[in-house]
């Protein structure tokens, strides 16, 4: 029978390749037949990467099958996506484009949009998609199809994979160590992303000095890589915790670390992209303080909204009808996202914080199915969306058209990686030393030091511009530092761990005594909790007596019968 | 509680409003930022989508919560939707749009697409997407926003509701009337379709003879009309029968009918569209031909790759696994889609008889967890699809900017589906009942007479292609035609059953003679199901004995432990 699967596979995944290199074949034609012809093209296009994902489903589930564990599913799909690749760079055959005419005209000011007159149909266009590489007449169309709008990655595949991280974050581990967390989120990841670049710079202008890079390269790109790659994914490591059972307190810091630390890196990377001194490329105090001033605004706007949305959720329940409640949550998590993005903040940090809250308060109030259809809807999605952008990685090494590999620019990124990792755990770790009672452990450290893989949102954010030669440099570096750090680091995971004697998969005692955790505990359990969801002790008895009118109203029946 | 829910929620949806009317008054801005700020327009306008379908819920669950039973979740978010179009059709100020300058060139012959130089940068356009209403400066870009890309009915938001409803066939009903629904909707949708066309023509007469309509009204766009608008979608009356219990058999011939006959439909719509005559508009014989025989490819094309897809994933067993499971399942039946498409097939057609497959082969090797994922997630996409497009159809009767409403051709309309229903139901029925041993009363033919309402189908081949006269005329009558069809019919539903008798709630007797059954039932449990499942006798004691050898290698151990 397995045989039978295996063939069967097999000759389904080969069956998937007709229509595609068939539509590559056929005969362009005008018109309306064109647009058919680009739909079909565009299925047949989906259907590679769909048949990338079936290859790695299958694999994985070989892998675990056999108990295989050398290897994680990310990787996997990286490997297949570079074979396909590969395939489509020097399988295909390149056909001549066909013949260019350039037409001219002037654009009228502020407008944004052209009409033009071909042959007595008229169209309208929107100024946007500019050409690049308009003389270069080998670019190979079937390459040019596989490569999606940048966009896609930032705004469909990106939020779910970050609402689930947010959705899935251990409540209680992550609250005992919150101090620690957002020390290493924000003070870390801002110290990681300014070293980093720095170090970068270095390097660069080494670069320059031996004539290996032109001069394009600024001081504000580099600070753009140090806040694009200072985004930890450590997913790979994650999955071998969780099946090693590793120490809870060390996996809470690492996940509770590299959930948030996306949403300062995103913030990061978007002020840093917008920073605009008045004379270009030197340094400005005005711009710096506008850069800052964006930051804080984009980072705090896109959390109130995030919680504001979460809280919303809480107080919708539809009990008795999954369904309707399962839809519900979906539609008020994407909505989340859609109005941050519509008020100009950042839909993909607003989600996170959006998740963090539905799992502390919404989660509790779902009846026990809509718990297991949101978790398992948006596991789905998660899984499908990851898989996507790794094996998207794999092939973008070598179908996208203008990467810029340079020696001393990779070695240089990954020095100035190391250097930003460790600037940001062990100087911390340092100060939360003193005031924590459970210490994090040198081998702790090391070992956090060592998780720090990159993954989708570094990738994400990185394709999202490639307009000039450093954004063009910066992707390509950034690619081979995902590859690198998911490989190497993630495949080195398991002997780490025994090297550091990080293997007991005992839950320490209970230990709560950060004084943050406490303070946000108590307030938490009286007064959050009783509020937004059916646990904790009725508002009755913990609020003042001078508010008992307002606590009774707010106090559902519920509540009253879980005290009793 | 309650209350407070209401204000958070009501207010929560006013607040998705102000991005809205905020983008629509910013200023406009050339270049990048125009990009970014038609991503913020974007952004705003699917809030309105999220904010409509986020009432619907809420509305359901209140019904549902109060047993209200009097309107159906779809017919609600009509209503919303057309609340919707009136507020932004009648309470959005007009701004008047940018001054447009036209530029001529001639287009080179064959070329499909247009490379511009403005002002020293180069862009490149498809030829697609014309402008109409090039002189009307009254148009409203608000309004022109709120509308899609009619493809994305068809490619994006009907799959789903397709794939569920061929998943959820309740599978010992349907083939037990399989031959009769298989002439319903075989033989009846043809019927129905020349029929209703034929009808609809004689009132295009009579409209161009009293001078209502100009002359460019076919009779292929009156076929068309008739294909598009025989493809039923029962959804309100089935959901009335699942809550009142009725008789299983009216059930399974309702439901299978009206599955079935929108593969029929499309098919039959996009080969009539396909018809192109030597000479405009004249009877061609051999275009005829083409176009039967275009029908009869198209629909065993897209039956076969539907069925073989099916049968494919039963081979796929990943046990133990569920979210592997689930997502297998999930990109095998995407493909599927992608898969016809690309083969110039019809993707819905092929995903409707794939969904078929899987619930009678597939299902069954699906671990139980698997069972529940796929089955909730397809029923979250059909739900948000269903209620997508529902709600979209109310916005359209306001937003939609190329309505034509001609009292003749509506009241035609009306009266030729009422025609074709008839001469499809009643007919058949009389022939059926000389086989059928189980006779199809006169009760159960008026009910599925009156349970013709027309929906998400019809909907999305009209509004596919909408360039002519003819066919905007066409879109503008179905959509009212769709609006009658599921109030007046709709809530009518349950008056009717009681009228009819038909409440009993109790099956019949297992009366499965049918002799189409039979031997289906035979070859199926005997065969097939051995094969494709662990359900059924092992291969080895169904096959002759000269396949043993065969017969071994095919058979699981599961099955011969199923057998002992």
């Given at each position: 029978m397995a045989?039978l699967?295996?063939?069967?596979v ?5 069956v998937?390749w ?5 539509a ?10 064109a647009a058919?012809?680009s739909?079909?093209q565009?299925s047949a ?6 048949a990338l994902?079936?290859l790695t489903?299958?694999?994985?589930w070989?892998?675990?099958h056999?108990r295989f564990?050398?290897?994680h599913?990310?990787?996997l799909?990286m490997?297949?996506?570079l074979l ?7 399988g295909l ?10 037409y001219n005209?002037s654009?009228v000011n502020?407008s944004?949009?052209?009409l ?11 100024l946007?998609g ?8 080998g670019?190979?169309?079937?390459l040019q ?9 930032f705004n469909i ?6 609402f ?15 101090g620690?967390?957002?020390?290493y989120?924000?003070l870390g ?5 300014f070293?980093t670049?720095s170090?970068f710079y270095g ?6 000095a031996v ?8 001081f504000?790109?580099?600070l753009?890589?140090?806040a694009?790659?200072?985004a930890?994914d450590p997913v790979?490591?994650?999955a071998i915790f969780?099946?090693l059972r590793v ?7 690492l996940f509770g670390?590299s959930v ?6 995103i ?8 920073y605009?001194?008045?004379?270009q490329?030197?340094?400005d105090t005005a711009a ?10 984009i980072l705090s706007?896109?959390?109130a ?8 959720t809480?107080?919708?329940k539809?009990?008795?009808f999954?369904l309707l409640e399962t839809a519900l949550?979906?539609?008020?998590s994407w909505?989340t996202f ?8 950042t839909?993909i940090?607003?989600?996170l914080f ?7 308060y919404t ?7 809509s ?5 398992q809807?948006?596991e789905?999605?998660n899984?499908l969306?990851?898989?996507?952008i790794f094996?998207y990685m ?5 179908t996208f058209?203008?990467h810029i590999f340079?020696p001393?620019?990779?070695i ?8 930003g990792?460790?600037?940001n755990?062990y100087?911390?770790?340092?100060f939360?030393?003193?005031g924590?009672?459970n210490k994090?452990?040198f ?7 060592f998780?720090?893989?990159r993954?989708a949102?570094a ?8 307009e000039t030669e450093?954004q063009?440099?910066?992707f390509?570096?950034t690619?081979l530092l995902?590859?690198?750090?998911v ?5 080195g995971?398991?002997p780490?761990l025994?090297?550091?004697h990080i293997?007991d998969?005992v839950?320490?005692?209970k ?10 505990y108590?307030?938490?359990h009286?007064y959050?909790?009783?509020?937004l969801?059916?646990a904790?002790p009725?508002?009755?008895s913990?609020?003042p007596?001078?508010c ?5 109203c707010l106090?559902s029946?519920?509540a009253?019968?879980v005290?009793?």
């Open positions: 045989l699967q295996v063939v069967l097999v000759s389904y995944l080969t998937m007709i229509p595609r290199t068939w590559a074949q056929s005969v362009k034609v005008p018109g309306e037949q058919e012809q739909h079909r565009d296009d989906l259907l590679v990467f769909i994902l079936t489903i299958l694999t994985i070989l892998f675990k056999r564990r050398f290897i599913e990310t990787g799909a490997i297949y996506g396909m690749g590969v395939i489509l760079r020097y055959t390149q056909t001549p484009p066909a013949p260019r005419v350039l005209c654009l502020g944004e949009s052209l033009v007159n071909v042959s007595g149909r008229y169209f309208e266009y929107k946007q500019e050409v690049e590489n308009l003389h270069d007449p670019r190979s169309e079937a199809k596989v490569t999606f709008d940048p966009e896609v990655f595949l990106l939020p779910p994979i970050i689930y991280a947010g959705y899935s974050l251990k409540r209680r581990h992550f609250f005992r160590n919150l620690s967390i957002l020390a989120a924000f990841t801002t110290v990681s992303c070293v670049g170090v390097f660069v202008c080494l670069a320059r004539g290996a890079l032109n001069e394009n390269f600024h504000t790109d580099c753009f890589f140090g694009i790659i200072s930890t790979t490591v994650l969780n099946e120490d809870v307190d060390l996996y809470a810091l670390e948030l630390n996306d949403a300062i890196a913030t990061l990377a978007s002020s840093i992209a917008a605009s001194p008045s004379m490329n030197t340094f710096v303080f506008n850069c800052i001033g964006r930051f804080l605004v706007g896109s959390f909204m995030g919680a504001v949305t979460g809280i919303m809480a107080f919708t539809l009990h008795d999954p949550f979906f539609l008020l909505s859609l109005l941050a993005e519509a008020c100009a903040l839909g940090v607003a989600v959006c998740g963090i809250t539905q799992a502390h989660y509790n109030n779902l009846s026990a199915e718990r297991d259809r949101t978790k809807l948006f789905l999605l899984f969306a990851e898989n996507f094996s794999g092939l973008a090494l070598f058209q203008k340079n001393i620019i990779i240089g990124a990954l020095l100035a990686i190391l250097v990792r460790a600037s755990i100087p911390l770790s340092f939360l030393n003193l924590r009672r994090i452990s081998n702790f450290q090391h070992m956090m030091m998780a720090g893989l993954g949102v990738f994400a954010l990185a394709i999202r511009d490639t450093a063009q440099a910066i390509s570096t690619l995902v590859f690198f750090t490989w190497v680091m993630g495949g995971t398991t780490m025994s090297w550091l293997r998969g839950s320490r005692t230990n709560e005594s950060a004084w943050l955790f406490r303070m946000w108590i307030f938490d009286n959050l909790k009783p509020l969801t059916h904790g009725p508002l009755t913990t609020l007596h001078c008992e009118p307002l606590a009774r106090t029946l519920q009253y019968e005290r009793n």
